[in-house]
Structure formats: structure tokens, C-alpha cells
């Protein structure tokens, strides 16, 4: 055995030993404090059950074989001794353990000593059962270790395992200890004493140190290096792990049960403060009643006229009015008056009740100083109920320190006191008020309390028992006590003084009901805790498994990984037309991607050189890589250029080529990129860009055209009529060609309109000049020429509006948002009001849905479709328009309907055309842009138009928007 090894035993050994002899010291213990007659001992707590003679012997014998084995690891005679003693622990636990099971307790578990005390219930002296399976486990695990067959894989791993389950299980019991909810001790069966956790729990360390000990199982794993790992490490760090979860569990648990405590307190104590406030309050209330009468000179002077003349019936029926009014308005029991001589005169009700002692001994106060009086809770010897009662003095007017008589008022409790200090706010099972005052030595139960019938002035307790809240709060305590109530149940409660009284507000609650959630929480972290420790423990037996296999399966892992990232850059290389290239410049060595080989028509294992690389390139690209490259080496500046190059099969390709040095590594590297369906593209935007310019030429003879309307009308009428259809048919003729280029066409429109308003201005503006100079000199025929010309303009003017409306349309980038139509229609339909005022028309608008779209855009679609509707309905004499819609695969299709002019569905597919008019300007005013527009914006939302018609009988105008999904 080499010296780490030998140190390793050794200090294993010495481990053993200490925790053998920590167990059979619990026993020691145990067992001393029978002999004693002293339990607590073996107990540790008097709430907790002590350890059983016989467990202590157990321990006392089955820790000193284990320490003496440690000690003596090769002694043959300490072998045959820790034999004996591992079966004399297993078959006697076994046979215990079967026994309890029927909770049949075999005398000689109490080893002689007379015991018959019981703690909840359950028999003191007897072995738990959880105990008996507890030494029974030990011992096996125990004489597992003494097998000289412990280093086979098999038996090892049983042996660890067990050692292991029973750490963990005795860490649960004990950490249940302290967190003083100790396991079972609710139940009929025989729960482990805390001695006994705390020994099992050295035991079970022990034997898991021994076992790892003797089977030669250090977790001796190959690193990466190849070195050898350490002994105890992964050991280490389960214990680590499993002391952090107990801790973190404990400290959890703390923690929720500290935030109840003060939870519950909070509540106790607002409850004791609102009740303490209310009966303030009502204190104050009922000697606010008493002002009624106290120093009522009116009062007084009826009093004063019904005492002189009994016979005076206005003011005994006045006295009664007054007395009755306040009994019932403030839920007064009783109210009488009474003479000096203590003479009932009235009262309300009117039964006569026998005066006692005590009214005398008020009354007389009352008498002495002239002051309102409050009568503390009484029992009334006429009926035996508990009353309260408001003494005051009834004053003369002009003798306030003689009264003239004495009105009381009767309160019962029952009715409104009692109620509002037993109202609990929250339901509760045992929570409830106590108002209590002293009397003599003793503390006085003034309610009727939840547990105790008739306590209210029956109950007493003396104020020796300073254990109860209720003395506590007698004896000047105020805020959160614990004791023991008057049924001997300890509780919580919150204690004060009513200002001013002599009452006292106890408010409290059973502690087994605040902590019973506490309970189930406490559960649940055991559960939780038991659970992270099992996978902890199980997660460093995996990692302990697998270590081994860690770096090959890492390596693998890489390779694959590896060719997982080549497989996927290959192939976004392809999809992107990008390969990358790297060039030496000292050794010349030139290497291509893939994808660059794929580029140049080349096999991918095709070896490039300088020289063959520079060959690919057209005859005037070649001297421009050159330079870059150069550059690039000497100067350190990065390139980007776009080549051209001739494949290995001659096909003719276009390359953008990136590159950049790196000095300290001598490489120049970049990427190469295919760019021949970019310049394809470039090359037919060009060829777009010639039409364009074709057009505009058209738009120039166009502008030289509208000049010459100032030499005739006529002239520039049929020339725009000609314009127009040369445009219509040219329009048509090209339409299929120019779908492609939209945007081109949308530049054209723009530029045409705009340039369009320069011969209009001059127009415009000769015009006026003739007008203002030679309007009266012209003759009938002249002037009409003259505003022909000038309404033609006008016209021309709003069409080439429209037409850069419709150019702007198709350039605008949408802005979407969420759109209310309902919102929307209603702002059209304002800012067509003009036209609408005068007409009748009678609208169907349905309620829309919110749609995600442009709002200026959707608001001119609708504008335009309205003012449509409202414009070719204008000739009948009951105009109908109605807006609807529906859903269908995910759209929806809104619709206009008009019962107008409708038009001939053979001319539908002019209806969308830039200047397409089914109807002349004579018949209806327009340009023909507006349903282009729409068509246009509806486009843009991805949706589609159309429309549906009958000639005179109206038209049905359709288009579609998507719905928009999350």
C-alpha cells in the first residue's frame, strides 16, 4: 500500500471511530438518565419522548463495535466481536419491529426498569419501529463492511447505496426536530426519539465512511491528462450539497413561518385596535346620549312641573314623548326618571322594576356631583340579565348643584355590544374577543365567550395564573402575549386598554390553528428537501459513472459538432452564392471554399493556385484584382470590388469580391460572392429606364401640343382628345410589358403631371390677360373661346391633381395601424356633407370590424367609393347606399351598393384604369383616377377590387383586406 493510500485508510479510519464513539455516547446517555429516573436526559425536551432502554443498549453496543473495527481493522478477534454484535442487533430490531406493528411492546424492551408513563397517548419505553428498521438496516450495512468480499463492484454499490439511504433518512427526522415539528408525534405509533435521530444520524456517517473505506472506492477517475483524481471529492460535495439544501429548507421554512407569525400578530393586533376604537366610540356615543337630557333646561323644567304636580298630564305625556323617542332611536332598553327620593316617575317601558343596592349607590353618587355616571356591566336581580346602565343628574335651571331627580339608561349587551366585539373580521375556527375587566383579584369575563356558555359576570379567574392573556392584559401588558386560556389550550393574543373604562380588549386565536397551514408547508419542504438531496445524491452517482467517458464523449461531441457547423456553413454558402478564400503570403498557398469552387465551374477538390486563380478572370478585370490584392499586402487596405470572371465551362459570370489582410498571421482572406442575377437585373432596370425615357419624350410633345391651344380651341380640344387616346391605347398596349417596373411607370406619372402644370400656368395666365385687357373689346364668340379655354384648363388642372395623387399613392410606404372603420366612415360622410345636405338618401351602415391598414390611404378608398355612390344616385328620387361586409378564408369583403346609374358589365375592366370613364363629363363630373386609386391603395394592402352592375339599376362596389393573426 503506497503512502497516499495509507493515509487515505487513516483518515477514514479515524472518522469511524469518532462517529462509534459519538453513538455509543447518545446511549450512554440515554441509558444513565433511566438509572437516574431522570427522562429528560434521554429526552432532551419534556415535549419530546425519550429514548428507550433497550434502543441505548443498541447503540452502546453497535457504536462500540465500530469504533473498535476502525480501530482494529485487521484484529481477528475485534472481527469475530463486531460479527456478534452486528446479528445481535439485527435479529432482535427485526423481531422488535414486527412486534410494534400490531403495538404489541415486549416487556424486556424496558431492560428491567419500571416505566409506565405515557406521553400524547403513547407508551414511553418501548422501542419505535422506525427505530427497530433502523438497526436492522445498520447492522446489515455493518456486516456488509466486515465481508471480505466488500470490494466487489456488486456488494460495494449495495453497501454504499444503504449507507447513504440511511443518512438521508435520519437527516429528515432530525432536521423535523428542529424545525420542533417533529415526525409522528400525532399518530398512534411510536415516533424516534431526538437522542435517537441524532445517533442514528453519527451511525449512518459512519458506516457510509466505512464502507467507502473498506470496499477501495476513492472515485479514482482519469482526467483529461490522464492523471488520477483524488479520494472523497465527490463525497465531499454530495455532504456539501446536502447541508446547503438542509440549511436553505430550514432557512425557508423560517422564513415563511416568521412572515405568518407576524401576519397573524398584524391581525390580532388590528383587531384589538378596531374593537378597542369601537368601544371608545360607543363609550362616547352613549354619554353624548346622556347630554339628551344632562343640563336640559327644558328637560328639567317638565321634570321639575311632574314632580311638584303629579297630576300635571301635558308634562308627564311631554316627559314620556322625550324618553321614548331617545329609547328607541338609540336602542336604549330601559329609560326611567326618578325622583330625589329615588321614586320611579316614568319610564319607558312603562313596568316597574325593583330598585337595588346599587341604583342607590349610583343614584346618591349622582346626587353628590351632579355628573353623568357610567354604570360598568351588571346582572339584574329582576330578570338575571347582564345590563348597562347611564346614571345622570337632572339639573335645575336655576340651581345646578341641587338636582331635581335622576334619569337612568339601560343598555343590553345582547343587542349591539356583544355583537360588535365577538364579529370576527375573517372566518375563523377559535379566534375570538374577550372585554374583561378586574374585580378584586380576580380577572371578570364581561362577554359570553366561544367556548364557555354564560361567562359574561360568571367567569373568574385569579390573577395568580399569570400564564392567561387575560391576566396579562390586567396586569398593564399591552400588544402580542402567548399563554394558556381558559380552557388550558395555548394561544396568541393581542391585549389592550379601553381608554378611559376599565375594560380591558383581549383578542386571540388557538396556536394549532395559526401554525396548522404551517404544517402542510412544513410537508412540503420535507418533501421538496428529501427530494433535492435523493437527486443530488443520484446526480453525483451519474457524474461519478460518467466521468470516465466525459473527454472521449466530449471529443466526440466536438467532432460532430464540427461537422455539423461545415455541413451547415456549406450550405448556407450555397444558398447565399458566398464562399470564402484565404491566400499565404509567404508560402503563395491560395484555398477555396467549397461554394467558391462551385462559383468558378470547378471540382470542390480542385487545387487553386495564384496563378489559375488570376486566369478565371475576364481580360479587363484582371489587372483591377491584381492591384487590390497588392495593395491590400502592402498597404494593409481591405478591398471590395465586382469582377467579372470566365468559368472553368465558359459561361460568363459576375463576382463581388471582399478581402482584407492580416499581418501578424501573413494571410489575406475574404469572400467571393456570385453577383450575375443582381447585374441581370441591373441590366433589365436599365433597359426600363430607356422606355422611360421614351415616355417622357411622348410627355414633351405632349406639353408642345397643349401650347398651341392659346391659337385655337378647338384645336387644343381635339388635340387632348387625341393625347388622351394615343395615352389610352399606349396604356393598354403596354400594361403587360410595365408590370414589372410599377415604380418606373409611378416616376413617369409624377413627372408628367408636375411638368403638365407649366403650359397650364401660361395658359392660365394669357388668359387672364386677355380678359383683364381686351375682355370688353372681344366680341360674343371670343369670350366664349376665352372661358372654354378657361374651364378646359381648370380641368386639365384637377387632373393632373389626381394624377399626382395617384403617383404619391403608389410611392407612399404604408403606416399601419389598427383602424376603427366604424370611426372612420363617420369622419367621410362629415366631410362630405356639403353634398349630401341637400339629398335624400337613405343609408344601410352595418357596424365594421377594426382592421390593420394605412389610415389616410383607407380613408381615400373610402372617400372615393362614398362620394361615387352619392354622385350616381343624384337622378333618383330615392337614393339608397349601403356599406357591408363579411368574412371569408381569412378576409374580409366589404361592399357598397347604390341603387344609381350603375353601368354595362362589358366596360367592367375600364372601371380601374387611369382615366377610364364609362360615363361622359357632360353626365357626371370626374377625372378617372379615383377608382384607380383605389385599386392602387387596396393593392398595396394585399387585398383586391371589383365591381358588379346593371345599367339603371345601380352598382355593387367590392374589395378585400386581410385579417390580421398575432
Not at 424486556?108 to 422506525?130: A, D, Q, R, Y
Not at 468480499?149 to 456488486?154: A, C, H, K, L, W
Not at 443520484?538 to 472521449?552: A, D, I, K, S, T
Amino acid at each position: 500500500m503506497n503512502n497516499s493510500k495509507r493515509t487515505e485508510h487513516y483518515t477514514g479510519n479515524v472518522a469511524v471511530m469518532a462517529a462509534g464513539i459519538l453513538t455509543s455516547a447518545f446511549g450512554l446517555l440515554a441509558m444513565i438518565g433511566w438509572i437516574l429516573h431522570l427522562p429528560m436526559i434521554a429526552s432532551f425536551s419534556v415535549d419530546y419522548i425519550p429514548m428507550a432502554p433497550s434502543t441505548a443498549l443498541f447503540f452502546i453496543l453497535i457504536g462500540t463495535a465500530l469504533a473498535l473495527r476502525s480501530r482494529l481493522p485487521h484484529n481477528r478477534g475485534t472481527y469475530f466481536a463486531s460479527l456478534s454484535i452486528g446479528l445481535l442487533v439485527a435479529v432482535p430490531g427485526t423481531i422488535f419491529f414486527i412486534s410494534s406493528l400490531g403495538q404489541k411492546y415486549m416487556p424486556i424492551e424496558k431492560l428491567g426498569f419500571s416505566i409506565t408513563e405515557t406521553l400524547n397517548g403513547i407508551p414511553i419505553g418501548h422501542m419505535s419501529p422506525v427505530t427497530a428498521v433502523g438497526f436492522a438496516a445498520c447492522a446489515l450495512v455493518f456486516l456488509l463492511t466486515l465481508s471480505k468480499t466488500i470490494e466487489r463492484s456488486r456488494r460495494a454499490w449495495i453497501t454504499l447505496v444503504l449507507a447513504l439511504i440511511l443518512v438521508l433518512t435520519w437527516l429528515l427526522f432530525l432536521f423535523a426536530y428542529l424545525l420542533q415539528t417533529p415526525m409522528m408525534y400525532s399518530g398512534d405509533v411510536i415516533p424516534p426519539a431526538l437522542p435517537t435521530s441524532l445517533a442514528f444520524l453519527f451511525l449512518a456517517v459512519g458506516l457510509l465512511i466505512s464502507a467507502v473505506v473498506q470496499s477501495g472506492h476513492y472515485i479514482k477517475i482519469k482526467s483529461a491528462s490522464g492523471k488520477k483524481e483524488v479520494p472523497y471529492v465527490f463525497l465531499l460535495i454530495f455532504i456539501f450539497l446536502t447541508a446547503g439544501i438542509l440549511t436553505g429548507g430550514y432557512l425557508a421554512f423560517q422564513g415563511f413561518e416568521k412572515n405568518f407569525r407576524e401576519e397573524v400578530e398584524e391581525q390580532l393586533s388590528a383587531v384589538s385596535e378596531l374593537k378597542v376604537t369601537q368601544l371608545s366610540r360607543w363609550r362616547k356615543e352613549r354619554l353624548g346620549d346622556a347630554n339628551i337630557f344632562y343640563k336640559n333646561y327644558s328637560f328639567s323644567e317638565l321634570v321639575k312641573r311632574y314632580s311638584k304636580n303629579p297630576l300635571d298630564a301635558d308634562a308627564k305625556k311631554r316627559i314620556q314623548t322625550w324618553i321614548k323617542q331617545v329609547a328607541e332611536s338609540y336602542n336604549y332598553n330601559r329609560i326611567c326618571l326618578h325622583n330625589m327620593a329615588g321614586t320611579e316617575l316614568i319610564s319607558f317601558p312603562q313596568k316597574h322594576i325593583h330598585a337595588t343596592d346599587l341604583f342607590s349607590d349610583l343614584s346618591a353618587k349622582v346626587k353628590e356631583t351632579g355628573k353623568v355616571e357610567f354604570q360598568d356591566f351588571y346582572i339584574d336581580e329582576d330578570d338575571k340579565k347582564v345590563y348597562i346602565s347611564v346614571f345622570l343628574p337632572i339639573l335645575d335651571e336655576y340651581d345646578n348643584k341641587n338636582p331635581i331627580g335622576v334619569a337612568i339608561l339601560r343598555i343590553d349587551p345582547y343587542e349591539y355590544l356583544y355583537p360588535l366585539i365577538e364579529k370576527w373580521p375573517i372566518p375563523s375556527k377559535t379566534a375570538e374577543t374577550l372585554i374583561i375587566r378586574r374585580d378584586g383579584n380576580q380577572v371578570l369575563f364581561l362577554n359570553n365567550i366561544r367556548f364557555k356558555k354564560n361567562a359574561a359576570l360568571n367567569l373568574r379567574i385569579p390573577l395568580t395564573n399569570e400564564s392567561l392573556p387575560a391576566v396579562k392584559a390586567i396586569s398593564g401588558k399591552t400588544g402580542i402575549v402567548e399563554g394558556i386560556d381558559y380552557r388550558g389550550v395555548p394561544v396568541i393574543a393581542a391585549v389592550r386598554a379601553v381608554p378611559d373604562s376599565p375594560w380591558f380588549i383581549v383578542a386571540r386565536m388557538d396556536l394549532d390553528e395559526i401554525y396548522e397551514p404551517l404544517s402542510e408547508r412544513f410537508w412540503m419542504i420535507i418533501i421538496f428537501v428529501g427530494t433535492l438531496i435523493i437527486g443530488t445524491g443520484w446526480g453525483v452517482f451519474l457524474v461519478w459513472r460518467q466521468e470516465n467517458n466525459r473527454f472521449y464523449r466530449e471529443q466526440y461531441k466536438s467532432a460532430e459538432a464540427l461537422k455539423l457547423n461545415k455541413r451547415m456553413l456549406n450550405e448556407a454558402e450555397r444558398l447565399g452564392k458566398v464562399g470564402g478564400w484565404e491566400f499565404d503570403i509567404d508560402t503563395k498557398e491560395l484555398i477555396w471554399s467549397e461554394e467558391v469552387c462551385r462559383i468558378h465551374e470547378v471540382d470542390v477538390n480542385f487545387q487553386p493556385t495564384i496563378e489559375k486563380g488570376i486566369n478565371f478572370y475576364a481580360p479587363a478585370s484582371r489587372p483591377v484584382i491584381e492591384r487590390a490584392v497588392q495593395r491590400s499586402i502592402v498597404q494593409s487596405e481591405p478591398f471590395d470590388v465586382e469582377l467579372e470572371i470566365i468559368t472553368a465551362k465558359n459561361n460568363l459570370r459576375w463576382v463581388h469580391a471582399i478581402g482584407n489582410v492580416d499581418q501578424e498571421r501573413r494571410k489575406v482572406f475574404g469572400f467571393f460572392q456570385d453577383i450575375t442575377e443582381r447585374k441581370q437585373a441591373e441590366d433589365k432596370a436599365l433597359e426600363s429606364q430607356d422606355e422611360l425615357k421614351k415616355a417622357l419624350e411622348i410627355s414633351n410633345q405632349s406639353r408642345q401640343t397643349l401650347l398651341s391651344v392659346l391659337e385655337d380651341h378647338q384645336i387644343v380640344e381635339k388635340e387632348i382628345q387625341k393625347l388622351n387616346k394615343e395615352l389610352e391605347q399606349r396604356v393598354i398596349d403596354r400594361t403587360a410589358q410595365l408590370e414589372a417596373s410599377n415604380k418606373e411607370l409611378e416616376a413617369f406619372s409624377y413627372s408628367v403631371s408636375h411638368d403638365l402644370r407649366a403650359p397650364l400656368r401660361h395658359i392660365n395666365g394669357y388668359v387672364d390677360m386677355l380678359n383683364k385687357k381686351y375682355y370688353e373689346t372681344f366680341d360674343e364668340k371670343a369670350r366664349y373661346y376665352l372661358d372654354t379655354i378657361t374651364d378646359s384648363s381648370k380641368r386639365m388642372g384637377i387632373l393632373i391633381d389626381d394624377l399626382l395623387q395617384f403617383s404619391r399613392t403608389g410611392r407612399k410606404e404604408l403606416s399601419n395601424s389598427e383602424i376603427d372603420l366604424n370611426v372612420l366612415i363617420r369622419e367621410v360622410l362629415k366631410e362630405l356633407e356639403h353634398i349630401i345636405v341637400e339629398r335624400k338618401i337613405k343609408w344601410d351602415i352595418q357596424d365594421l370590424p377594426q382592421v390593420f391598414g394605412d389610415y389616410a390611404l383607407l380613408k381615400l378608398v373610402w372617400t372615393n367609393l362614398i362620394d361615387n355612390a352619392i354622385k350616381y344616385t343624384r337622378n333618383q328620387t330615392s337614393a339608397k347606399i349601403s356599406i357591408k361586409f363579411k368574412i371569408e378564408a381569412k378576409n374580409y369583403i366589404f361592399c357598397i351598393q347604390d341603387n344609381g346609374t350603375g353601368f354595362d358589365m362589358k366596360y367592367a375592366h375600364k372601371l380601374f384604369g387611369v382615366f377610364q370613364r364609362l360615363h361622359s363629363q357632360a353626365e357626371f363630373e370626374g377625372t378617372g383616377i379615383g377608382l384607380a386609386n383605389v385599386q392602387r391603395i387596396i393593392n398595396k394592402h394585399a387585398g383586391k377590387v371589383w365591381a358588379e352592375a346593371k345599367l339603371n339599376k345601380g352598382a355593387s362596389f367590392y374589395f378585400t383586406l386581410p385579417i390580421k393573426t398575432e
